[in-house]
């Protein structure tokens, strides 16, 4: 079954994301997989995105012994900056069984589609046989749609976006 979701709550499927040619050894790309009950918790740690994404979506297809996660941001209007984030989404009601999960986000450092494995098990709690994507979530500093005053007294990511743009 194949599932999207952007962070936004709507439903997007979206394609590549521009690729810039630096090396940022500040961002570590660590996923982190967590499963409780038939929910799978996937976390990727000091991701490297735009300083001013509109939000981030995911495409999840779940198949009997496989689970594949892309990660998407969505650009309209880019920063000439990029910055590291914790980005989160929970896969829901995962039927039982053992899954090797595979991770990709598109890595600005190569422009090339990076893929991170892990080996799970989701046991038995009742489930169906239908996953959705559950919430997601980002560093506080990437909520988008919400305007900033500049005249804030307060020095936040959130005020330098809003000068920014």
Same mark, same amino acid.
């Given at each position: 079954? !194949?599932?999207?979701?952007? @962070?936004? %709550?709507?439903?997007?499927?979206?394609?590549?994301?521009?690729?810039?040619?630096?090396? +940022?050894?500040?961002?570590?790309? !660590?996923?982190?997989?967590?499963?409780?009950? @038939?929910?799978?918790?996937?976390?990727?740690?000091?991701?490297?995105?735009?300083?001013?994404?509109?939000?981030?979506?995911?495409?999840?297809?779940? &198949?009997?012994? !496989?689970?594949?996660?892309? &990660?998407?941001?969505?650009?309209?209007?880019?920063?000439?900056?990029?910055?590291?984030? =914790?980005?989160?989404? =929970?896969?829901?009601?995962?039927?039982? %069984?053992?899954?090797?999960?595979?991770?990709? +986000?598109?890595?600005?450092?190569?422009?090339? +589609?990076?893929?991170?494995?892990?080996?799970?098990?989701?046991?038995?709690?009742?489930?169906?046989?239908?996953?959705?994507? %559950?919430?997601?979530?980002?560093?506080?500093?990437?909520?988008?749609?919400?305007?900033? =005053?500049?005249?804030?007294?307060?020095?936040? +990511? %959130? !005020?330098?976006?809003?000068?920014?743009?």
């Amino acid at each position: 079954m !194949r599932i999207a979701v952007a @962070s936004a %709550g709507a439903l997007f499927l979206l394609g590549f994301a521009g690729a810039a040619s630096a090396q +940022w050894m500040f961002c570590d790309d !660590r996923i982190v997989v967590t499963v409780d009950g @038939s929910t799978v918790h996937v976390e990727h740690i000091g991701a490297l995105y735009n300083c001013c994404p509109d939000g981030f979506a995911y495409d999840v297809n779940v &198949e009997p012994g !496989r689970i594949d996660i892309f &990660e998407h941001e969505i650009l309209s209007i880019p920063c000439t900056c990029l910055c590291c984030i =914790d980005l989160g989404v =929970d896969i829901l009601d995962v039927p039982a %069984g053992d899954y090797t999960l595979y991770f990709s +986000w598109l890595e600005y450092d190569t422009g090339q +589609w990076e893929v991170r494995t892990r080996e799970i098990t989701v046991p038995e709690v009742g489930q169906g046989n239908t996953s959705q994507v %559950g919430p997601t979530s980002r560093s506080p500093c990437y909520e988008p749609g919400t305007p900033v =005053d500049p005249e804030q007294k307060e020095t936040t +990511w %959130g !005020r330098m976006k809003a000068l920014y743009k």
